[in-house]
């Protein structure tokens, strides 16, 4: 496996793939990997011949006061994971190698990116729509491969693609929990063990509505204070938001109706963590 750090190194190794007529599979991700990132990569080895992650903690989608300093990073850690994984190439350029002085160009996907995490974070997915744009552009994959715990994101994405042509395909691949439920995440490292517990209150809430789903409730208003009342039950837990949105458009809906989206963002202590749940029509 090689690290490459330059785009420039970056653009003739995948053209040297691409001439032994091998299709290339990416990941994009900002590193201090888990389970669910390897995930991504097995999706990523079984469809594609060669397999490109990215680790770059992205400052563009960072705000004012969130924790891009604190970001966990731990390269050494990552590229002995990706490599287990069977990961061709870990591409891991420095801030200044993706925005040289004088950056000056963004991409901005409308409507969709002003609900859910997109209102909660102004600027977040413009800096999620640029990067991943660019290492589009970089990595030249003929699939990309993104979990579904982001679920905002992978809808912004396959509209940012289906948009603007671009050539790729993108996958979704499911949230992967740890055995308690909790949705695998990198922030969970900022949880010490009594957050952690709390923590729970999120994949519990969305288990909670599952039921109360399949007992024949559609009521959405009602669904969604079902799932406030559950959080709120956890002292530590403070909601951002809960809200059910049609997919893949994201509209508010009076009644489940079609696919859905149960979305959750909830601060425990600090710490901002985010779950899910699509109810496919
Ligand atoms: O999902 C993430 O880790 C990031 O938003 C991504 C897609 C790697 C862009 O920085």
Do not use: W
């Not at 900002?30 to 995930?39: D, I, P, Q, S, V």
């Not at 010490?192 to 519990?204: D, F, I, K, V």
């Not at 009342?229 to 893949?248: M, T």
Request: proline letters at 4%; hydrophobic letters at 40%.
């Amino acid at each position: 496996m090689r690290v490459i750090s330059t785009i420039k190194e970056m653009k003739s190794a995948v053209r040297e793939v691409r001439g032994q007529g091998k299709s290339v599979g990416f990941v994009p991700t900002m590193g201090y990997l888990h389970n669910g990132h390897l995930t991504l990569m097995q999706e990523a080895k079984s469809k594609t011949d060669f397999v490109v992650v990215s680790i770059f903690v992205n400052p563009l989608q960072f705000g004012v006061g969130e924790d891009y300093e604190d970001y966990p990073r731990d390269l050494s850690r990552d590229s002995s994971l990706a490599e287990s994984a069977g990961v061709d190439i870990i591409f891991a350029p420095t801030v200044r190698e993706m925005y040289p002085k004088g950056y000056a160009t963004f991409v901005e996907v409308e409507k969709l990116t002003g609900v859910l995490c997109g209102k909660s974070r102004p600027g977040h997915f413009k800096g999620v729509t640029t990067v991943v744009t660019k290492l589009f552009n970089i990595v030249e994959p003929d699939i990309a491969f993104f979990g579904q715990k982001d679920a905002q994101q992978s809808i912004v994405l396959k509209k940012m693609v289906e948009d603007l042509n671009m050539n790729l395909k993108i996958e979704i691949v499911p949230i992967v929990r740890e055995k308690d439920g909790l949705a695998m995440s990198s922030r969970n490292s900022y949880l010490n063990s009594e957050e952690r517990r709390a923590a729970l209150a999120l994949s519990q809430s969305l288990e909670m509505v599952r039921e109360l789903i399949a007992s024949g409730e559609r009521n959405n208003l009602v669904l969604v204070d079902e799932i406030r009342k559950f959080i709120s039950r956890e002292p530590l837990a403070r909601i951002d938001y809960v809200e059910i949105l049609s997919v893949p458009d994201l509209e508010k809906t009076e009644f489940l109706q079609g696919s859905n989206l149960i979305a959750l963002a909830v601060f425990i202590g600090n710490t901002r963590l985010i779950d899910n749940m699509v109810l496919e029509g």
